[in-house]
């Protein structure tokens, strides 16, 4: 034996692959017994259809989901006061913001980073003061998806156009990866439960969004997580505000 040690999987992991294994077999035992009836050209048909109307209504639904975290961009970056709690902390998106809108890109190579980091506290702001976010993958982590994604429409656009669902769907992806195999909760797994798995969303999002391919969406995502492991979560007073 060489010395190396094996441990048991935590229970979340297993509970993760019960889950997972069962429905894989759910839905082999589905599609045996649902075999004959797939022959039929008219249910065909029907499928065709609900296909369809799925892609254009999932479509509408990424709408109303960009729709949301840009007006939570919008209002973070104009409200000005303190958030409440006991910490009495001051906003800074506002302040962040005017002093972005008198830079020039000469002036700072920083200047495409600091409008990311302006917008993904103006989100956290909203959500620390009770606004309305978007959940991606959590709420406390709900500022890296729509600030790269406005950057993307900021600054890539123009090159690469319309590419918002390819953007959300593969972030989505990649979310899904992490929620079934892993944990997506900071009391769970840590800040890299959400802030790295929402770096890992957004970095593949950006990806495909600017015509990468899988394998350098999937370098992507996974570069943005290695730079989360083993971050822990311990916000002063238990508040996620900072």
Same mark, same amino acid.
């Not at 919008?74 to 910490?87: A, C, D, I, Q, S």
């Not at 500022?143 to 429409?153: D, K, M, R, S, T």
């Given at each position: 034996?060489?010395?190396?040690?094996?441990?048991?999987?935590?229970?979340?992991?297993?509970?993760?692959?019960?889950?997972?294994?069962?429905?894989?077999?759910?839905?082999?035992?589905?599609?045996?017994?649902?075999?004959?009836?797939?022959?039929?050209?008219?249910?065909?048909?029907?499928? &065709?259809?609900?296909?369809?109307?799925?892609?254009?209504?999932?479509?509408?639904?990424?709408?109303?989901?960009?729709?949301?975290?840009?007006?939570?961009?919008?209002?973070? !970056?104009?409200?000005?006061?303190?958030?409440?709690?006991?910490?009495?902390?001051? &906003?800074?998106?506002?302040? !962040?913001?005017?002093?972005?809108?008198?830079?020039?890109?000469?002036?700072?190579?920083?200047?495409?980073?600091?409008?990311?980091?302006?917008?993904?506290?103006?989100?956290?702001?909203?959500?620390?003061?009770?606004?309305?976010?978007?959940?991606?993958?959590?709420?406390?982590?709900?500022?890296?998806?729509?600030?790269?994604?406005?950057?993307?429409?900021?600054?890539?656009?123009?090159?690469?156009?319309?590419? !918002?669902?390819?953007?959300?769907?593969?972030?989505?992806?990649?979310?899904?990866?992490?929620?079934?195999?892993?944990?997506?909760?900071?009391?769970?797994?840590?800040?890299?439960?959400?802030?790295?798995?929402?770096?890992?969303?957004?970095?593949?999002?950006?990806?495909?969004?600017?015509?990468?391919?899988?394998?350098? %969406?999937?370098?992507?995502?996974?570069?943005?997580?290695?730079?989360?492991?083993?971050?822990?979560?311990?916000? %002063?007073?238990?508040?996620?505000?900072?």
């Amino acid at each position: 034996m060489t010395g190396v040690q094996t441990c048991a999987l935590p229970i979340w992991k297993q509970n993760y692959q019960k889950a997972f294994e069962s429905n894989i077999f759910n839905k082999k035992e589905s599609n045996s017994n649902k075999k004959d009836k797939d022959k039929d050209s008219n249910l065909n048909r029907s499928t &065709r259809v609900n296909k369809t109307n799925n892609e254009k209504e999932i479509k509408e639904r990424l709408d109303v989901i960009w729709k949301v975290m840009d007006n939570c961009i919008n209002r973070g !970056l104009v409200t000005e006061g303190y958030l409440p709690g006991p910490l009495n902390l001051q &906003r800074r998106a506002p302040s !962040l913001y005017k002093k972005l809108l008198e830079e020039s890109t000469s002036q700072n190579p920083m200047f495409y980073l600091n409008w990311i980091n302006a917008h993904a506290i103006a989100v956290s702001e909203e959500n620390a003061s009770g606004g309305q976010v978007v959940t991606s993958p959590t709420n406390g982590s709900a500022g890296v998806i729509p600030a790269v994604l406005n950057y993307y429409f900021k600054f890539c656009a123009d090159k690469h156009p319309n590419k !918002l669902h390819d953007f959300l769907l593969s972030a989505g992806a990649i979310g899904g990866i992490f929620k079934l195999n892993s944990t997506i909760s900071g009391a769970e797994g840590g800040c890299q439960a959400e802030i790295g798995v929402s770096a890992s969303m957004a970095a593949a999002g950006l990806t495909c969004a600017l015509n990468g391919n899988i394998n350098q %969406i999937e370098k992507a995502s996974e570069s943005a997580m290695e730079h989360f492991i083993g971050m822990t979560c311990d916000p %002063i007073g238990g508040l996620v505000q900072i």
